[in-house]
């Protein structure tokens, strides 16, 4: 047997006066939660035919609340709940025991419980990457169980869980069609050493081995026999529809015990492989026995640590929000998928889908990174460089070649494997891949990369402008950046994003069909018509309007979403001093900004898609005091930002104006990138 990896104690406490969430950790292929209890709240994987699937003791989302946006807020936010059970080991009859939880590494979240006086159990959780930094498709769990007593200590102690294996809900606020879940057909299977969970209806399957590793020596020692009997395992069926759309989870309880000599270490490990069938789980998790993957793994991690810290000092705390958001990015959103694709998904956990917009605006944190570790005098910079170009470049294969382009166009919302989910046209999600194209050729010189997806530009290029208005330069829209539906077509921050575009292909120079000249002369048209229809009087004061039908109707508001009307002036749109641009911001950030704006004790930007203040929003008015030079508005934001931040640096959705607590959606990749735009760029 292969000798175990190393146990390492962390040193970096989380802080209980924040809002709680789970502890997430991951390598791309794989991401998860562990909760404060150390036990796995979910396990989730890429999945070729559903996109993500995921081994989880959240009951299956009912198949009747699809169109209930109460109910998709109050299924998310248990999820993320600190009474959420989890699988994994547990010790005694007692549910929970006082935790010290800690993260000293990026995505390898630690829990320590106190099971008695004088003893302790440290939990470490991580998705293990090889020396190659290739991801390894499972997880694993080291548990070290410390006596510093006198004398010799029992200890009873299980493996335990209430799991379903299956697709991820894909529940959202504005849904635009649920997916049919395939039914459940579980199969449980057990030899000595490894207990396997195979749903054979949804293509995936789980091996499970929990052994000692023994005393003095690295050398694992799988427990022999497990103490399965008929009791062990149950299965719990209900329904989640008025058609019968059955679904199950199972409960398995696998008892142990130990006897721990006076002032002795014991220690576990539990080991998670994942496959399409139950005998590629088995050959992933024998791989998950290799020396050094924690290691590896550590060292991976620690490459990013040293690069944020050479370069980032002010204010404290601020180096770890930008590391833990960064990685939250790398090793949870960042989904490998077949043929060298790369698909950005918005989080692991409530909404594992792609959107081009946040998925642009992750890539530019990466950007960011990319920038900072081309200038560290840091020996392994250059190889994390290199992995980056890649990610970036696999990211962009994704964007153009696996995912759907229905009549032309990409919908609201992907699945990994790059089947549109929602068929709903959003006029900024059109650019944003022709942006990271440019932004990506520009950073990193890989025009080769610009002239194999020549032919996807022309096409996309083409659809866009031939939805342009019949005598102006503007062009409609759906939805917001929201999600939400317009009343009026023409949208402020989409119509500058258009012409930001269009700006950014004259420089890259490879479309063929207009030449450099017609693409900046198109796109000086747009600002043209921006100024001459959305540019108007409110309040004795002209602005640019939020929505307009081009007929003389209008609609003021500003949203946390629309980002490219706060990038205007360092996109190059508008000079800094531009008094209509400085107009729209000060209404955005004021009362007057109804349903936008929301008051109160830590008040501020929001979206009327979830009334509260939004941490995007936060980040724009954070990105506005650097362009500012307004040191009392920039301390202020920071001031916000670090007290709004869950207690693993995570930003959620939406928070309370009063009371900081979330109020929506504790897993979002979005704001935490704006954060390392605002900080890296």
């Excluded at 088995?282 to 050479?310: K, P, V």
């Excluded at 992750?362 to 200038?375: C, F, V």
């Excluded at 992995?387 to 992907?414: C, K, N, S």
Aim: proline letters at 6%; charged letters at 20%; aromatic letters at 10%.
């Amino acid at each position: 047997m292969p000798k175990a990896v190393r146990f390492c104690k962390p040193t970096k406490m989380l802080d209980r006066n924040h809002d709680y969430k789970p502890l997430d950790f991951g390598n791309g292929l794989v991401a998860g939660s562990v909760n404060d209890q150390g036990r796995i709240i979910a396990l989730n994987t890429y999945q070729p035919e559903h996109g993500y699937v995921t081994l989880t003791t959240m009951r299956p989302f009912p198949d009747d609340r699809w169109y209930d946006p109460a109910f998709v807020r109050q299924y998310r936010a248990e999820q993320a709940s600190a009474t959420m059970p989890g699988f994994g080991f547990s010790f005694g009859e007692q549910l929970s025991f006082p935790a010290t939880c800690a993260i000293d590494l990026p995505a390898m979240p630690a829990v320590e419980l106190e099971l008695a006086t004088g003893v302790t159990a440290n939990i470490l959780t991580f998705a293990p990457l090889q020396d190659d930094k290739q991801p390894l498709s499972g997880a694993i769990q080291l548990c070290t169980i410390t006596n510093q007593r006198a004398e010799a200590y029992p200890l009873d102690y299980s493996w335990q869980g209430l799991l379903a294996l299956t697709r991820a809900s894909y529940a959202q606020l504005t849904e635009g069609g649920p997916l049919a879940r395939p039914l459940d057909s579980y199969q449980v299977t057990h030899d000595k050493a490894i207990l396997t969970l195979e749903n054979s209806n949804l293509g995936q399957a789980v091996a499970i081995m929990v052994a000692e590793i023994t005393a003095n020596s690295d050398q694992f020692k799988p427990l022999d026999p497990w103490q399965i009997d008929d009791s062990s395992i149950n299965f719990i069926n209900f329904s989640n529809s008025p058609d019968g759309n059955n679904q199950s989870q199972v409960s398995l309880k696998l008892p142990g015990s130990l006897t721990l000599a006076a002032r002795q270490t014991n220690r576990l490990i539990a080991m998670y492989g994942l496959g399409a069938n139950a005998e590629q789980a088995h050959n992933n998790l024998s791989r998950l026995s290799e020396t050094g993957l924690q290691d590896h793994t550590a060292r991976h991690w620690e490459e990013l640590d040293d690069i944020i810290q050479a370069k980032v000092d002010d204010p404290p705390g601020m180096n770890w929000l930008i590391r833990q958001n960064l990685a939250y990015i790398l090793a949870c959103c960042a989904v490998p998928v077949a043929n060298g694709a790369v698909c950005m998904i918005t989080d692991h956990q409530l909404l594992p889908l792609a959107w081009t917009r946040d998925a642009y605006y992750a890539i530019q944190a990466l950007l960011a990174l990319h920038r900072r570790a081309k200038t560290s005098n840091i020996l392994e910079a250059q190889p994390f460089v290199t992995g980056l170009e890649r990610l970036i470049r696999q990211h962009l294969i994704w964007l153009f070649e696996v995912a759907e382009r229905p009549d032309g166009y990409w919908g609201r919302a992907y699945l990994t494997n790059g089947r549109c989910k929602d068929f709903i046209f959003q006029l900024d999600q059109q650019c944003y891949p022709l942006l990271e194209l440019c932004d990506s050729v520009a950073a990193t010189g890989d025009k080769e990369l610009a002239q194999y997806l020549k032919p996807h530009l022309e096409q996309v290029l083409s659809g866009l402008l031939a939805r342009r208005a019949k005598q102006e330069w503007l062009f409609p829209t759906s939805e917001t950046p929201a999600d939400d539906k317009v009343e009026m077509p023409y949208h402020l921050s989409s119509q500058i994003t258009v012409w930001r575009t269009i700006s950014r292909l004259a420089e890259l120079a490879v479309i063929e069909s207009h030449s450099p000249e017609q693409l900046s002369a198109i796109a000086e048209q747009i600002r043209h018509d921006i100024y001459r229809y959305m540019a108007v009087e409110h309040q004795g004061q002209k602005m640019f309007c939020y929505l307009t039908d081009l007929a003389g109707n209008y609609r003021f508001y500003h949203d946390a979403n629309d980002w490219p009307t706060v990038l205007a002036s360092s996109w190059g749109f508008c000079e800094f001093e531009d008094a209509i641009w400085q107009a729209t911001l000060r209404y955005g950030f004021s009362p007057d900004n109804q349903g936008g704006y929301y008051p109160g004790k830590l008040g501020g930007l929001g979206s009327v898609h979830t009334p509260h203040p939004w941490p995007l929003g936060d980040f724009q008015e954070l990105f506005l005091a650097y362009l500012q030079k307004d040191k009392v508005r920039l301390d202020r934001c920071l001031s916000k930002v670090l007290e709004v931040a869950c207690w693993d640096g995570a930003f959620c959705e939406a928070y309370n104006e009063d009371t900081g607590q979330v109020a929506s959606r504790h897993w979002f990749a979005w704001p935490g990138a704006m954060l390392v735009i605002s900080y890296l760029s």
